[in-house]
């Protein structure tokens, strides 16, 4: 493979950290599968073509390619000790800031640092000289390091996998979340491409996995302005029972960034705090992966890590010439996670709960569950709490721990849906089932 030109930034290189899914017996980890028709998708919405406006959230989106299954964004430009890096910004934790540059709004960006200075990167800005119209260079201070070759190998149950390398590893002083000197407004701006190019987006040396194509800047004339963009593979999952579709950038576990073609940044552990959802203090939000749901391309049941393996083409690089990957994710071969709060959701409590930075809340299904064929796809965030909270008989955490954290933290912006819009949650949360309610809180 020939390897690009790559940034490193001091301790680059390989990073030691903790690796919560391996922890995961292969014995415990097994799934089921059952036949179904391959006429079509095993998920609703829309799978084909491009995904009108309407439906997208992130409105800064250039377009939604269900046929690439990707997004194209908008590319902004940095540096890095003199040398050029490429991010995307898709959230703000203030609103005007969010509103002026049509990104997302998740207020809870705004608490990162607490506890933790470094895990909100201090940016500075160069404006270069005669500038007319654009935007200024961003000066990171940490950056990641894309040359690592991604290795994911099936482990003998599937999930847990036997290898798994990420691709992408950032230094100690990267973080996605910057904020510039004198200013309090964070925003979520992963790096995906280092370097001038030629960008490799095919085996990824110098780009992030999901990185599918890099559009330049196009020559401007007088008066006009032309700028670069990106596009990246899409992940589909559920929120309130509706499919939604995001992206995935970084991630603080090694298992988990080699799964999500995502940058291992250690840091993002320390973002405030383990377990705490919508508590004071939290800046993350819930998802919900499954270790051993159902698997089969085609089966409306699949779900989970082992499903992603299996039938996603996960162990495979990600580009527009593998289009058997594409078809698999487009037909439903993500691990289909489920997301506690959309922006969109009617209630303004969970709106403005949203967050970018979510925390994996890994559901095992039990022998039991499988043995009754109760190990069927879950599409509602509080469903599943309910489910955990009254059947530790059919779904539990990991190895049969109590269901709840284990601190792995995953950079997932929202970019849209595909059916119709997640409005209402499809049940209501029972006391006890790790939300606050009510009935939460007893009287005597």
């Not at 309090?184 to 996995?209: K, L, M, R």
């Not at 405030?272 to 819930?286: I, K, V, W």
């Not at 071969?333 to 930075?357: C, E, I, M, W």
Request: hydrophobic letters at 40%; glycine letters at 8%; aromatic letters at 8%.
């Amino acid at each position: 493979m020939n390897r690009r030109t790559t940034i490193r930034g001091a301790g680059a290189a390989a990073v030691a950290l903790a690796v919560p899914l391996a922890l995961f017996s292969p014995a415990l980890a097994s799934s089921s599968s059952s036949s179904a028709p391959a006429a079509r998708a095993a998920v609703p919405g829309q799978t084909s073509g491009l995904l009108p406006f309407k439906k997208i959230i992130l409105e800064s989106t250039v377009q939604v390619n269900l046929d690439h299954w990707s997004t194209t964004l908008p590319l902004h430009e940095g540096r890095f000790r003199g040398t050029p890096v490429w991010y995307v910004i898709t959230e703000s934790s203030a609103e005007g800031p969010a509103r002026d540059l049509n990104v997302n709004f998740a207020p809870k960006l705004a608490n990162a640092a607490i506890d933790c200075p470094a895990c909100v990167q201090e940016v500075t800005q160069t404006v270069p000289a005669g500038n007319k119209f654009g935007e200024a260079l961003t000066n990171f201070r940490g950056v990641p390091d894309f040359s690592p070759t991604r290795v994911l190998k099936a482990g003998p149950k599937i999930f847990p996998p036997s290898v798994a390398q990420p691709g992408a590893v950032a230094d100690a002083n990267y973080s996605p979340f910057i904020r510039f000197a004198g200013s309090d407004t964070v925003y979520n701006a992963p790096i995906v491409a280092t370097g001038s190019g030629p960008f490799d987006v095919v085996h990824h040396t110098n780009t992030a996995d999901r990185v599918l194509k890099i559009n330049p800047a196009r020559p401007a004339g007088p008066g006009r302005y032309y700028a670069p963009s990106v596009e990246l593979l899409i992940i589909r999952g559920f929120d309130s029972g509706k499919p939604i579709l995001y992206i995935s950038t970084e991630s603080n576990d090694p298992v988990t960034a080699t799964l999500e073609r995502a940058t291992l940044t250690p840091l993002l552990g320390k973002v405030p705090f383990s377990g705490g959802d919508d508590f004071l203090g939290s800046a993350r939000e819930r998802i919900f992966p499954f270790v051993n749901g159902q698997i089969g391309l085609h089966n409306p049941q699949s779900q989970g890590l082992a499903h992603l393996i299996a039938d996603g083409h996960a162990a495979e690089d990600a580009s527009l010439g593998n289009t058997a990957l594409i078809n698999a994710l487009r037909l439903g071969g993500d691990a289909l996670n489920v997301q506690g709060d959309f922006p969109t959701l009617a209630d303004p409590h969970r709106k403005f709960a949203y967050s970018p930075l979510w925390e994996a809340t890994f559901g095992q299904w039990t022998p039991k569950a499988i043995r009754l064929g109760l190990n069927k796809r879950q599409t509602d965030e509080f469903q599943i709490l309910n489910l955990a909270a009254t059947r530790q008989d059919l779904l539990t955490g990991p190895l049969g721990a109590p269901f709840g954290s284990i601190n792995v933290l995953i950079n997932c912006p929202v970019i849209g849906f595909t059916a119709t819009e997640p409005m209402e949650d499809l049940v209501k949360p029972l006391p006890g089932a790790q939300v606050e309610t009510r009935g939460s809180f007893p009287t005597r």
